[in-house]
């Protein structure tokens, strides 16, 4: 059993920048896909970004590109999303979600494992 826990979340000013942390148990991410969701309110859970085992790609909704990052610390077993440049419509609940069969997914039914999320709540 994989367990997952989002951490870094918070109030930021357009503009500013937030690090999330996902520390996961149970399995090394070096061998699954580790991906970012998220969820405003009303709104459907909607891919942020992912990374496949051992680092080897990485992707990215179009809506973050060039502004997030998604990296991960294989020694604390610990994905991270850097959030910069952030803005209002970034706000929302943030899930670290984990896919066993490493598919490099954007789809939230292909992942096994999900945290309970952290808030971020960017102000204009």
């Known amino acids: 059993q994989v367990q997952l826990a989002e951490s870094g979340g918070g109030l930021v000013q357009t503009g500013g920048s937030l690090r999330l942390s996902c520390a996961a148990s149970g399995r090394t991410i070096s061998r699954m896909t580790m991906g970012w969701f998220r969820q405003a309110p009303g709104e459907e859970r909607e891919f942020v970004a992912c990374?496949?085992?051992?680092?080897?790609?990485?992707y990215y909704a179009d809506s973050v590109k060039g502004r997030f990052t998604i990296s991960s610390d294989y020694h604390k077993n610990t994905v991270f999303l850097q959030m910069n440049r952030l803005k209002p419509e970034d706000t929302a609940v943030y899930y670290c979600a984990a896919d066993r069969a490493d598919r490099g997914s954007s789809v939230s039914g292909q992942y096994d494992y999900w945290g309970k999320g952290t808030q971020v709540t960017v102000s204009s």
């Open positions: 990374i496949s085992r051992i680092g080897l790609n990485r």
